[in-house]
C-alpha cells in the first residue's frame, strides 16, 4: 500500500484583495504554491516554507482553509492541506518550479487555475 503523500500550501492574497497563482512549467499548469513536507516539520511550517521557495514572499499564517485529497501522477495517494496568508516581506523571481506568478482577483483566479480541487479550497476562502 502506498503512503499518502503529505504536502501543504497556500491562499496568498495581497492587500488589494488579489490572490497569487502560480504558473509550473515542468507541468505546464496554474496553482496554488504547495509542496510536501520534509521528514519530522509540521504542516503548517511546510506551507510557510513551500509558499517562500515557490513565490519569493515571506507570508504570515491564517486561518486553515481545509485540505483536498487525491491521487497523483505517479498513482500515488496524495492530500493537501491549505492556509489563508498575508505577504509580510519578498518578491517573486522566477526560480526552477515556477516561472511565473500572477496577482488576480479571485473570479479571475478561478478561472486560470488548471485543476478544480485548487478552485474548491479557493471557493472556500
Known sequence: M????????GVVLNDAGEIAVVYRPKYDDWTLPKG???????????AVREVQEET?????????????SYTD?????KTVR???MSVRDGEFAPNNEVSELL???????????SFDRDREILARL
Do not use: F, I, M, Q
Open 103 to 113: 496577482w488576480l482577483s479571485p473570479g479571475d483566479a478561478a478561472s486560470r487555475l
Open 2 to 9: 502506498n503512503r499518502v503523500v503529505e504536502a501543504a500550501g
Open 56 to 68: 519569493g514572499l515571506a507570508c504570515e499564517l491564517g486561518d486553515e482553509l481545509g485540505s483536498v
Open 36 to 46: 510536501k513536507l520534509e521528514p519530522g516539520e509540521s504542516w503548517e511550517d511546510a
Open 82 to 84: 491549505y492556509w489563508r
Open 73 to 77: 501522477r505517479h498513482g500515488r495517494p
